[in-house]
């Protein structure tokens, strides 16, 4: 067993009761059905969907949903295939509109898909990461169909996004946990979940970026159409879904701090499937026409070419959890503006501020300032080693399944009245 697997407080182990998974036995191999529904989260199950292909034990089913099915969203599904990968069910969300009432129809349209999905795969797990409503979509008919439910990134905290609401319920809903850090581990158990079913692993992200081969910077220049050493940043803003008022005011701020910098170019790449995602793309659209040559979009860059324009950006800067958990890694500063990203663990590279055109400004200057990329290149990593894929993967091929959905509220002790 992997150290990083090893359960805490096993003593628990023996309160859960020990019921039945199914009628009949479990096979010699176990099947895992893995779901995506964006592009950042497929780039982080990627390897654990690898190491499960290479598993002899494990059966990887996977089903797509969401933005990779969606031509406005790039319609990711292809690079996937591109990727080797086999797609053994799509469940279209039919994304129409951004606004609230169309969210709750895609999320209605992937209960109905996901649960026809899990049906016919009839898998031993499901596998899910995040805190996206397509996620929780998939885990609500995993838990009408009876499979248990695996769960990576659970006990972190967006308190400026409605993803805070549905990671926590995708914890109660989930029968495994998979946790970044021994902080959200600490978190997970203090939800209610036994502590012999909560493993810190470390971050997905690390697997993905230790096994990429380097980039040139000249062939990194060339699919980016960036100039010969032109320096950037690397720009992704998401509408923060708590909070009232337009969101691509936020990025008109953004935008106009970034002008303050002529000599940087920018690279923005797209904004994800939440509720006011229009108005952040027009912002985007007419700022790329109005700075031709210097301001580019890409609706999605692939993992391999995102990957190294954050290795290589003079800075990563906007609001995704990118900034804060793979930027740090490579050592690349972050300025993370406004409140979607509040919460989570901080690496010291990572600047925070407001969403005003002056705060982003002034952490920009910061950002580039000599004193503080030395800071940055030296900062402690607070979200563990590479290796999680393969951890997680044991855990998936050796736990109990027997008994697996009874869940037994774990209490802390000492008095909380």
Not at 63 to 78: I, K, M, Q
Not at 115 to 120: D, G, S, T
Not at 208 to 230: D, S
Not at 254 to 283: C, E, K, Q, Y
């Amino acid at each position: 067993m992997f150290p990083g697997l090893r359960p805490r407080h096993a003593r628990h182990q023996s309160e859960v009761p020990a019921l039945p998974f199914s009628p009949t036995p479990a096979p010699a191999h176990r099947t895992i059905c893995v779901v995506t529904g964006s592009r950042a989260e497929y780039g982080l199950l990627l390897p654990l969907m690898r190491t499960i292909e290479a598993d002899s034990a494990l059966d990887l089913r996977l089903v797509v949903t969401g933005s990779h099915l969606s031509a406005r969203f790039g319609a990711t599904a292809a690079a996937i295939e591109a990727d080797g990968l086999v797609i053994d069910a799509r469940v279209d969300l039919e994304l129409a509109g951004d606004s609230p009432r169309e969210t709750a129809r895609a999320m209605a349209l992937g209960l109905t898909g996901m649960a026809e999905a899990f049906e016919r795969q009839r898998p031993h797990l499901v596998v899910v990461l995040g805190d996206r409503y397509e996620i929780l979509a998939a885990a609500q008919a995993a838990m009408l169909l009876r499979i248990p439910i695996a769960h990576i990134h659970g006990g972190e905290a967006s308190e400026g996004a409605m993803d805070e609401a549905i990671r926590h319920a995708l914890t109660k809903m989930a029968h495994l946990h998979f946790a970044a850090a021994e902080p959200y581990r600490r978190r997970i158990v203090q939800m209610g979940e036994r502590p012999e079913r909560v493993f810190t692993v470390g971050a997905m992200a690390l697997d993905a970026l230790a096994a990429l081969p380097a980039m040139p910077r000249a062939e990194l220049e060339q699919r980016l159409g960036l100039p010969e050493g032109a320096p950037f940043f690397l720009v992704t803003y998401h509408p923060v879904t708590l909070e009232n008022g337009d969101p691509g005011h936020a990025m008109e701020a953004l935008a106009a701090a970034l002008d303050a910098f002529p000599d940087h170019h920018v690279i923005a790449t797209g904004v994800n499937a939440d509720p006011g995602h229009d108005s952040v793309s027009r912002v985007i659209d007419r700022w790329c026409k109005a700075r031709p040559g210097r301001v580019r979009a890409a609706t999605s860059l692939g993992l391999s070419l995102y990957a190294a324009a954050m290795d290589a950006a003079a800075a990563v800067v906007g609001n995704s959890s990118s900034g804060i958990i793979e930027a740090p890694f490579l050592k690349t500063p972050t300025v993370n503006i406004g409140r979607r990203q509040q919460g989570r663990l901080r690496a010291a590279s990572v600047i925070d501020c407001a969403e005003t055109e002056a705060d982003i400004r002034a952490a920009l200057i910061r950002a580039l300032a000599p004193a503080f990329r030395a800071e940055a290149a030296r900062a402690p990593y607070p979200f563990g080693t590479p290796g999680a894929a393969a951890r997680i993967a044991e855990a998936l091929r050796t736990v109990q399944l027997d008994g697996l959905l009874i869940k037994t509220f774990f209490d802390l002790p000492g008095d909380w009245a």
